[in-house]
Nanobody, 115 residues
Framework: QVQLVESGGGLAQPGGSLRLSCAASVNIFSINAMGWYRQAPGKQRELVATITRIGSANYADSMKGRVTISRDIAKNTVYLQMNSLKPEDTAVYYC?????????WGQGTQVTVSS
């Protein structure tokens, strides 16, 4: 059983930045890939960024240049740095871990971009 706990969401102004954190209950080397997804009201959940066990990062085309996914292995934590935030970035952001026995999701953290 893997638990993922997101934090760092909140209210940001357009053009501002936020850093989200996802703390895993296991060594993240045991997780094949971790990723950030988001779901806006009335929309489907969509990929933001992923990072593999060996540290290879992948980004959604719509987010490239504005977000950076990284990790702290010692803390079993994956981060999502978001810059130049836009109102359309408002969503619940979820962390996902993909293991051999399936996918695990965190509870989500709300990001609201508004002036």
């Amino acid at each position: 059983q893997v638990q993922l706990v997101e934090s760092g969401g909140g209210l940001a102004q357009p053009g501002g930045s936020l850093r989200l954190s996802c703390a895993a209950s296991v060594n993240i080397f045991s997780i094949n890939a971790m990723g950030w997804y988001r779901q806006a009201p009335g929309k489907q959940r969509e990929l933001v960024a992923t990072i593999t066990r060996i540290g290879s990062a992948n980004y959604a085309d719509s987010m490239k240049g504005r977000v950076t996914i990284s990790r702290d292995i010692a803390k079993n934590t994956v981060y999502l740095q978001m810059n130049s935030l836009k109102p359309e970035d408002t969503a619940v952001y979820y962390c996902k871990g993909s293991l051999r026995d399936g996918d695990y999701w965190g509870q989500g953290t709300q990001v609201t971009v508004s002036s």
